[in-house]
Nanobody, 121 residues
C-alpha cells in the first residue's frame, strides 16, 4: 500500500507565502513524477507544477516566477514554495505521484487528500 500525505496549507494575505509538503510512503520502488494540482470551487482540477526524478520541472503559466517545486528523492517528498500569493491561488491543493511499488511492473497514479490554501485580505 502507498500513502500520499500533504501538509502546509492555510490562510494568508495577498502577497504572502506558504510552503506545501507532500510525502509518499509504503512499498515504494521508485517515483518517476511528483507534482501539485489545485481545484478551486466550481472549477476543474488543474496542473500547478511537476518535478521529474531526473530534475526537470514544469509549471503552469499562472504560477511561473512565483511558485517553486522541489524534490527530496531520498525522503520521497515534494515541496511547493508559493510566493506572492494572489486571491486567485485560493484552492484545494493536491499532491500527485507516479509510483512503482514492490511486485508491480506498472506505475500507479496516487493522490493525496488535499490541503486548503486560502488567499484573502
Amino acid at each position: 500500500q502507498v500513502q500520499v500525505v500533504e501538509s502546509g496549507g492555510g490562510s494568508v494575505q495577498p502577497g504572502g507565502s506558504l510552503r506545501l509538503s507532500c510525502t509518499a510512503s509504503g512499498s515504494i520502488v521508485s517515483i518517476s513524477v511528483m507534482g501539485w494540482y489545485r481545484q478551486a470551487p466550481g472549477k476543474r482540477r488543474e496542473l500547478v507544477a511537476t518535478a521529474i526524478s531526473g530534475g526537470s520541472t514544469n509549471y503552469a503559466d499562472s504560477v511561473k516566477g512565483r511558485f517553486t517545486i522541489s524534490r527530496d528523492n531520498a525522503k520521497n517528498t515534494v515541496y511547493l514554495q508559493m510566493n506572492s500569493l494572489k486571491p486567485e491561488d485560493t484552492a484545494v491543493y493536491y499532491c500527485n505521484a507516479l509510483i512503482r511499488t514492490m511486485g508491480n511492473i506498472r506505475t500507479g497514479n496516487y493522490w493525496g487528500q488535499g490541503t486548503q490554501v486560502t488567499v484573502s485580505s
